[in-house]
């Protein structure tokens, strides 16, 4: 991935857990690194094929300078969040903004926070049977697209299948939905559980009745394996009530550990019975 790089802009801003910070306001210097593709504007010589890099300074001045922020860590996360939701050719950022004056009571040259944030792909498993299951689902789906950290959201079908493991109840909608998102693997997972929470999904029976379901399947291609989270999901090779809508969507996913597509998965399983 190519990179544009902005190199110590100095914006004079309000930012600090002191209240004389806040009032007095103090010089912040501002170093991004935007990580994109520039190759086509490189060939053609047009900048719309590009990222204007006068731009991407204007907001960066106009973030840090419209809000006060106790801390710099806030402050770089906003910028970071700006630039990627308003400059759609950039994939990732890395922000550093130095505090040359912080309060501190000791030489020093300056002080920093540098972060990386970008776009990342995630795979969701949707399921429902209880109550107006579609509905719940749709709820879901609209709260995930209300969220300023997710963009670019596609939904297969709702399908209609039998409850798996725990079968003494109702059967199932299930669906997914494929989608572009800033948070990490954790930050995706607590925004699922508070929509979870919110169509009052109780964790009684273990594969039990549920008003909504929201499984992580892939986070782009990593593997992750913590008693919070796994991804790809454990289990998901063996439920076709998951892989059949996740092949109406990414058919050619590649599993990180199975290294097997999601077809070849449906495949294999409906082949197996």
């Not at 857990?17 to 086509?40: C, I, P, R, S, W």
């Not at 973030?63 to 910028?79: D, G, N, P, W």
């Not at 004056?101 to 429902?128: C, D, N, Q, Y």
């Not at 995930?144 to 950290?149: T, V």
Request: with cysteine.
């Amino acid at each position: 991935m190519d990179e544009i790089r902005i190199d110590n802009l100095k914006v004079f801003a309000h930012h600090g857990v002191f209240e004389h910070e806040n009032k007095n306001g103090q010089n912040f210097f501002v170093n991004a690194v935007l990580y994109t593709d520039t190759e086509k504007a490189g060939m053609l010589d047009r900048l719309e094929y590009s990222t204007d890099y006068g731009n991407v300074c204007e907001l960066i001045h106009e973030v840090m300078t419209r809000y006060t922020f106790s801390l710099i860590e806030t402050a770089a996360q906003k910028t970071a969040v700006e630039i990627l939701k308003n400059f759609p050719l950039v994939e990732s950022v890395d922000i550093e903004i130095r505090k040359p004056e912080a309060p501190v009571e000791m030489e020093f040259e300056s002080l920093s926070v540098k972060i990386r944030r970008g776009w990342h792909t995630a795979v969701i498993a949707l399921g429902s049977n209880m109550g107006d299951s579609r509905v719940y689902i749709e709820n879901a789906v609209k709260s995930l697209e209300k969220s300023e950290y997710i963009k670019d959201i596609k939904i297969s079908d709702l399908i209609v299948t039998k409850p798996y493991g725990y079968t003494e109840q109702e059967d199932f909608l299930n669906g997914a939905l494929v989608c572009r998102t800033l948070l990490s693997p954790y930050g995706l997972l607590e925004l699922m559980h508070s929509i979870e929470n919110n169509a009052l999904r109780k964790r009684e029976i273990h594969w039990g009745p549920r008003t909504l379901d929201l499984d992580l399947i892939f986070y782009d291609d990593a593997v992750i394996d913590t008693p919070d989270l796994t991804v790809p999901h454990i289990d998901m090779q063996n439920r076709s009530f998951v892989l059949e809508p996740l092949n109406q969507l990414v058919p050619y996913y590649r599993h990180p550990v199975l290294n097997l597509t999601v077809s070849q998965l449906l495949e294999r399983l409906n082949k197996n019975g």
